[in-house]
Structure formats: structure tokens, C-alpha cells
T-cell receptor
Framework: AQSVSQHNHHVILSEAASLELGCNYSYGGTVNLFWYVQYPGQHLQLLLK??????LVKGIKGFEAEFIKSKFSFNLRKPSVQWSDTAEYFC??????????????FGQGTTLQVKP | NAGVMQNPRHLVRRRGQEARLRCSPV?????VYWYRQLPEEGLKFMVYLQKENIIDESGMPKERFSAEFPKEGPSILRIQQVVRGDSAAYFC???????????????FGPGTRLTVT
């Protein structure tokens, strides 16, 4: 079955530290990849997405992610986190194929806590 | 430009009652998705609807759950005879659909937090 795995469930960093959140998926075909963020008390917002082309994708607020097809990975990075980055981060995958109907498959989420 | 609206934001029901969750998509969006988030878990797909049609309900529990997206009005997720295990956050997302360059993006609402007592 298609699945998405986020390795880190809870990450605690100090401000200015670098961030990398892991995301791996299981599907051998074409995928679209997404990172969503959910700030406390708010709804999910799209951080960045990969559809095709350059595997290094830049998103909002200084985030970027790299699609490595051979590793089935789409890790999220930020060189220097801020206290305001405290949130829950979700990796999601949309698969392409005869059974695809556009649904997103989400990882279980990573809670990031940034200490001032 | 209003985003996806969901109401109510919080809903408390006693076991055996019915829960009705509403979702108004972004204006002009014709595709609606419902997801459920159980405590300590990620979002799980439930159902995908276009106007007046259910396209994919592979994530819906077989009993007690139903969804609709009528020609006019919001999409409704209905849970009959709720049980404690239905307590979760229910998120709705909408997208413009195929033929639109941003058709693959889903825009999420704030969610409805259902508590069954």
C-alpha cells in the first residue's frame, strides 16, 4: 500500500539552528510531493510543492525541499529556524496512476518546537 | 478572497447522536476532499467529491458515514450514531480541479473538532 513516513515525530531546536525533517514515501510511479505546515490554532498551509523539473524546490518563509527519486525522499530544510517556525509539519504525496483520484497521502506529522 | 470555510469549528455530541459537518470550498473550486485526523496521527483521506458526484470514497468507513456535495450549498459530512472513536478533527480541502495549472493544489479549511462524550 502507498504510504508516507516522517521519521521525526518531535523535534526541539534553538533559534538559528538548522532544520531537516525527513520524509519518505512508498510508490514506484510518478508523484507530486507537498509539505504543509499547521501553526498552533490555524489550518494547514502549503509550504512548498514538487510537480516536476528542478528537484530542489524553494517555498515560503525560507524553506526548501529536495526530491531524491532514487531514495523516494522529499526532505524539508531550513538553514536557520525562528521561534515563529514552531508548528506541526506534514509531508504529503499524490500518486499518479489509473487509480489516482487526487487524494493526498499524509505522513504522521512532525512537531517542531523552537526555543527562543 | 475567502478560503475554505468549515463549520462548526467545534462540535460536541453524545454517543448515538448525529454529527453534520459543513464545508464551503474556495469560490470557483468544484472539487472537495474530506480528511480525518485522529489524535497523534496524520491526516487520513476519507472521500473526494465533485459537484453532485462522489468520485472516491475508499477512505470512508462502511457504515454510519456519508458525504455529499450538492449543486448548491456546502459539502456535508454526516456521521450517524456517533461513537467515542469518531472523536477527531475533520478537515475539508478544495481544489480547482483538472484543466487548471494549480489544479493539484488543495486548500485546507480550519477543521471541525468533533468530541463524542
Amino acid at each position: 500500500a502507498q504510504s508516507v513516513s516522517q521519521h521525526n515525530h518531535h523535534v526541539i531546536l534553538s533559534e538559528a539552528a538548522s532544520l531537516e525533517l525527513g520524509c519518505n514515501y512508498s510508490y514506484g510511479g510518478t508523484v507530486n510531493l507537498f509539505w504543509y505546515v499547521q501553526y498552533p490554532g490555524q489550518h494547514l498551509q502549503l509550504l512548498l510543492k514538487y510537480f516536476s523539473g528542478d528537484p530542489l524546490v524553494k517555498g515560503i518563509k525560507g524553506f526548501e525541499a529536495e526530491f531524491i527519486k532514487s531514495k523516494f525522499s522529499f526532505n524539508l530544510r531550513k538553514p536557520s529556524v525562528q521561534w515563529s517556525d514552531t508548528a506541526e509539519y506534514f509531508c504529503a504525496v499524490k500518486t499518479h496512476g489509473s487509480s489516482n483520484t487526487g487524494k493526498l497521502i499524509f505522513g504522521q506529522g512532525t512537531t517542531l518546537q523552537v526555543k527562543p | 478572497n475567502a478560503g475554505v470555510m468549515q463549520n462548526p469549528r467545534h462540535l460536541v455530541r453524545r454517543r448515538g447522536q448525529e454529527a453534520r459537518l459543513r464545508c464551503s470550498p474556495v469560490k470557483g473550486h468544484s472539487h472537495v476532499y474530506w480528511y480525518r485526523q485522529l489524535p497523534e496521527e496524520g491526516l487520513k483521506f476519507m472521500v473526494y467529491l465533485q459537484k453532485e458526484n462522489i468520485i472516491d470514497e475508499s477512505g470512508m468507513p462502511k457504515e454510519r458515514f456519508s458525504a455529499e456535495f450538492p449543486k448548491e450549498g456546502p459539502s456535508i459530512l454526516r456521521i450517524q450514531q456517533v461513537v467515542r472513536g469518531d472523536s477527531a478533527a475533520y478537515f475539508c480541502a478544495s481544489s480547482p480541479g483538472t484543466g487548471n495549472p494549480r489544479g493539484d493544489e488543495q486548500y485546507f479549511g480550519p477543521g471541525t473538532r468533533l468530541t463524542v462524550t
